[in-house]
Every structure is written in C-alpha cells, then in structure tokens.
C-alpha cells in the first residue's frame, strides 16, 4: 500500500516562511513527477509547483520567486520551501506523486492534506 505523508503546515504571519515535507511509502518501483497543490474551499484544486525526475520544474505564477520545490529521491521525499508567504497562501496543501507500481503500470497518489494559515 502506497501512503504519501506531508508535514509542515501551520500557522505563520505575514511575512514568514514554512517548509512543507512530503515522504512516499510503500511498495513502489519508482517515482516520476511529484507535485504540490492547494486547495481553498470552494474552489478548485491548483497547482502550486511541480518537480520531475531529472529535476526539471514548473510553478504556478502565484508562486514564482517565493517557492522552491525540491525532492530528494533517496528519502522518496518532496518538499515545498515557502517564503515571503501571504494571506492568499492560506489553503489546503496537497503533495501528489505519479509512482510505479507495476511493469507496466503508473499511478498518481495524494497526501492527505495539511493546513497552511497566513495570518495579515
């Protein structure tokens, strides 16, 4: 069983950083792209920034130049480093990941969710 476990949220005041840590576990053959969102209720699930295997990125323009997204394979982990964080940051935070699991087969997995609250 495939489980993807994020940490790091929290409350945090304008201003002010957080680091978001997300571990795969499980039986898995590998992991290519691996993915944070957010989602504010009411509204649909975004990307916030994602990272593939070689490394290569892409973020959100929200995000562009206040996030970094990093992964470390050996530890099948991910992390989003927050800074300069504003209110509109507040949302749930999903980490997600595209993992094999067969041959053949490749699935996408998502973390529970963990609370991110900007205070002004």
């Known amino acids: 069983q495939v489980q993807l476990v994020e940490s790091g949220g929290g409350l945090v005041q304008a201003g002010g950083s957080l680091r978001l840590s997300c571990a795969v576990s499980?039986?898995?053959?590998?992991?290519?792209?691996m993915g944070w969102y957010r989602q504010v209720p009411g509204n649909e699930r975004e990307l916030v920034a994602r990272i593939f295997i070689g490394g290569m990125t892409n973020y959100a323009d929200s995000a562009k130049g206040r996030f970094t997204i990093s992964r470390d394979n050996a530890k099948n982990t991910v992390y989003l480093q927050m800074n300069s964080l504003k209110p509109e940051d507040t949302a749930v935070y999903y980490c997600?990941?595209?993992?094999?699991?067969?041959?053949?087969?490749?699935?996408?997995?998502w973390g529970q969710g963990t609370q991110v609250t900007v205070s002004a």
């Open positions: 499980g039986s898995i053959l590998g992991i290519n792209a």
């Open positions: 997600n990941a595209d993992i094999r699991v067969g041959v053949l087969q490749w699935t996408v997995y």
